[in-house]
């Protein structure tokens, strides 16, 4: 019986050192699992920070986009606009071009009828200063045959 206590008192004995240990991993385990836990929330605190901070970058970035899409439009509107003016300053500047050339035509045959016409009349005004001098001529005869007849 002696033994049998022994035996149970060394029994008892390693329970309890097994139960120290074990109580001792326990304790570490726990600490680990509280050091774990920790780091998961703060973990988890910056990915919330850092997910608010992204959402709003996005924010920025589309009211940003937007803003720059509102400008790009306004200034496409400008250069239609702007475009347009140049198309009609140009459609009214080749009508111009050719009422220009139009006239410049009109001009030239102008011109042309006028020369044919001048070099008419000097053709005439030839004819008729030959004929003056025929004339003239013709009573200087008719003079000295009268003076003579006198």
């Given at each position: 019986?002696?033994s049998?206590?022994k035996?149970s008192?060394?029994?008892?004995?390693r329970?309890?050192?097994?139960?120290?240990?074990?109580?001792e991993?326990?304790?570490?385990e726990?600490?680990?699992?509280?050091?774990?836990?920790?780091?998961r929330?703060l973990?988890?605190?910056?990915?919330?920070?850092?997910?608010a901070r992204?959402?709003?970058a996005?924010d920025?970035?589309l009211?940003?986009?937007?803003?720059?899409?509102?400008?790009?439009?306004?200034?496409?509107?400008?250069?239609?606009?702007e475009?347009?003016a140049e198309n009609?300053?140009m459609?009214?500047a080749?009508?111009?071009?050719?009422?220009?050339?139009?006239?410049?035509?009109?001009l030239?045959?102008q011109?042309?009828?006028d020369r044919?016409n001048h070099?008419?009349?000097?053709?005439?005004?030839?004819q008729l200063q030959g004929?003056v001098?025929?004339y003239?001529?013709?009573?200087?005869e008719a003079?000295?045959i009268?003076?003579?007849n006198l």
């Amino acid at each position: 019986m002696a033994s049998e206590a022994k035996l149970s008192e060394e029994k008892a004995q390693r329970a309890m050192v097994d139960a120290a240990r074990l109580a001792e991993e326990l304790r570490g385990e726990q600490d680990l699992a509280q050091g774990l836990e920790r780091d998961r929330k703060l973990l988890e605190s910056q990915v919330k920070d850092m997910q608010a901070r992204l959402d709003e970058a996005e924010d920025s970035a589309l009211k940003g986009g937007r803003k720059a899409m509102s400008k790009m439009d306004t200034r496409i509107r400008e250069l239609e606009s702007e475009l347009d003016a140049e198309n009609r300053r140009m459609a009214d500047a080749q009508k111009n071009l050719r009422k220009s050339e139009r006239k410049i035509k009109e001009l030239t045959y102008q011109q042309d009828e006028d020369r044919k016409n001048h070099e008419r009349m000097q053709g005439l005004i030839d004819q008729l200063q030959g004929k003056v001098k025929t004339y003239k001529k013709q009573i200087e005869e008719a003079e000295e045959i009268a003076a003579l007849n006198l």
